[in-house]
């Protein structure tokens, strides 16, 4: 009977080699694991004589940062593999292409990316991309508007959030992105130079209850098929190119979600500069970058989107005047507030930030970490006076200037 072995690199060399359509009989294959997250194990394969390579990851039936004690289902991967071929059929160009999928072993074959470099490791480095922000606007504007009621029917989107149903995975959101960071859960850890700003966040009620209110919208809102973990270590670059991988938390929820983590993750870079840059000069005119990247992502998604709107239709009151911008003020407000929730969750909970975590000094890692806390909190609270994007931006600079 077939079941699930956990792989190493010999044994996931001895799959691929099963993988006939993949390699030429000739093939002389090697494997590197080259993993570095916390749920999976990847390995890239690789031909010595004609360069050919593919990545194999595998779940994980538990995380590596808890104890075996905390099972997950390995059932993820099978949603990871059909997500990405969902996201590769509507924006062929940004999503690495799936070869083969198998639901025992828990592991999905797909397109390597050798040339492409993590996102975050190049914001920390300072690099620029300039076609970054239109490519990812338009994977936003195309995997969250033609999922969505908008697009499919009625029938069609009910079918796909069966589908798509990942409880396990959502869990690990609602509490560690939602409920944790605000009590003195075991889960959390934090830099103690912190703790007097971390049990301010606890006592703070009016915080509390406006998280509180974009949990349940979490929970409650299934507007598209989101990424569902989309932050700068889910997308890999090059200079005319952007891919985005990872999607094993996807599911039906709310759109502004993927929006607002990715916001989240690219202001951690902005704050997490003062630790990583000691010209003042370059340090500035490099966050500047980032808050534009931040204006322009927003910008070519509703470009993106409202092109979408206009050719892809499939409700009918989207033609009541005023419901497209109905619709993208609330996205741009539930971005605003899932993005402070993220920055808060990585400082706070127990999947820190490696942009704030590789900070050696531990005072300068303190002094970012506070920066990151008061942005956050001013994103929550502040998110319905928002009204551009421009609004988030300031918002940033300004809550970073007064600590």
């Known amino acids: 009977m077939l079941e699930y072995v956990q ?89 690495p292409k799936v070869h083969h999928s198998d639901p025992i072993m828990a592991l999905t074959v797909m397109e390597d990316l050798p040339n492409h470099m993590i996102l975050r490791k190049e914001l920390l480095a300072r690099k620029r991309y300039l076609h970054f922000a239109s490519q990812i606007g338009a994977f936003l504007a195309g995997t969250l508007f033609l999922t ?48 007097d700003t971390v049990k301010e966040i606890w006592q703070h009620d009016p915080l509390l209850l406006e998280v509180a209110k974009l949990k349940h919208h979490f929970l409650t809102h299934s507007q598209a098929l989101i990424h569902g973990d ?5 997308i890999m670059v090059t200079e005319k190119d952007t891919k985005v991988i990872d ?30 840059c000691a010209d003042l000069r370059e340090r500035n005119d490099y966050q500047k970058y980032l808050l534009a990247t931040v204006e322009e992502i927003w910008g070519h998604f509703t470009e993106q989107y409202e092109d979408l709107w206009g050719k892809c239709v499939n409700e009918r009151t989207t033609a009541i005047p005023g419901t497209l911008d109905h619709v993208l003020h609330e996205l741009l407000e539930d971005a605003c507030g899932f993005a402070g929730c993220i920055m808060i969750s990585r400082v706070i909970g127990l999947v820190r930030a490696a942009d704030l975590e590789s900070i050696k000094d531990p005072n300068l890692r303190a002094a970012c970490e506070r920066m990151a806390l008061n942005i956050g909190q001013k994103l929550i609270l502040e998110r319905k006076q928002i009204r551009t994007v421009g609004d988030i931006t300031s918002t940033a600079m300004l809550a970073a200037d007064m600590i």
């Open 247 to 276: 999607p094993e938390f996807s599911f039906y929820g709310p759109a502004g979600f993927d929006i607002g983590t990715l916001f989240g993750s690219l202001l951690l870079s902005y704050v997490s500069q003062a630790g990583h």
């Open 7 to 95: 792989l190493n690199e010999y044994k996931a060399l001895m799959y691929a080699r099963k993988l006939k359509h993949l390699f030429p009989a000739e093939a002389h294959l090697c494997c590197t694991e080259i993993g570095e997250g916390n749920l999976n194990l990847v390995f890239r394969i690789a031909d010595k004589l004609s360069g050919q390579s593919i990545i194999i990851k595998q779940a994980l039936p538990y995380p590596r940062v808890a104890p075996e004690s905390w099972p997950l289902t390995l059932n993820r991967s099978q949603i990871e593999g059909q997500a990405l071929k969902v996201q590769h059929t509507l924006c062929p160009d940004r999503v």
């Open 230 to 234: 989309l932050h700068t270590d889910s």
């Open 148 to 195: 969505s009621d908008f697009s499919l029917t009625s029938q069609q989107k009910k079918q796909q959030m069966v589908q798509f149903t990942n409880p396990d995975m959502c869990k690990i959101s609602e509490d560690l992105i939602f409920s944790d960071p605000y009590f003195d859960a075991e889960t959390n850890r934090f830099n103690p130079l912190i703790e």
